[in-house]
């Protein structure tokens, strides 16, 4: 993500949430990056979806968050893995 998306996303989640609250990340990555992905998500509850092939593995992580700042720091965390999806 840009600099003007996360600015977009901060506007969006402070207009859409009331903090303190809980909020789904969905992340999907291929199978040997699902246990990096998942140590940077220590703390957070975690449920994993292998994909029919085994190739990919989606990942819904919940958590609760006191500001817009919190959620995208974890955004920040996992853009450094390698191919990782957000949705």
């Known amino acids: 993500?840009?600099?003007?998306q996360f600015k977009n996303l901060k506007n969006?989640?402070?207009?859409s949430y009331t903090?303190?609250?809980e909020y789904k990340y969905k992340f999907i990555?291929?199978?040997?990056?699902?246990?990096e992905l998942k140590?940077?998500?220590?703390?957070?509850?975690?449920?994993e979806k292998p994909s029919k092939n085994g190739n990919f593995v989606s990942l819904t992580v919940t958590g609760t968050f006191e500001t817009s700042d919190a959620i995208i720091e974890v955004y920040h965390?996992?853009?450094?893995?390698?191919?990782?999806?957000?949705?």
């Open 77 to 87: 965390r996992v853009a450094g893995i390698e191919g990782v999806i957000s949705l």
């Open 12 to 15: 969006l989640l402070e207009d």
């Open 29 to 35: 990555v291929k199978f040997p990056k699902c246990d």
């Open 19 to 21: 903090f303190p609250c």
């Open 39 to 47: 140590a940077k998500m220590k703390g957070f509850e975690i449920v």
């Open 1 to 4: 993500m840009t600099d003007d």
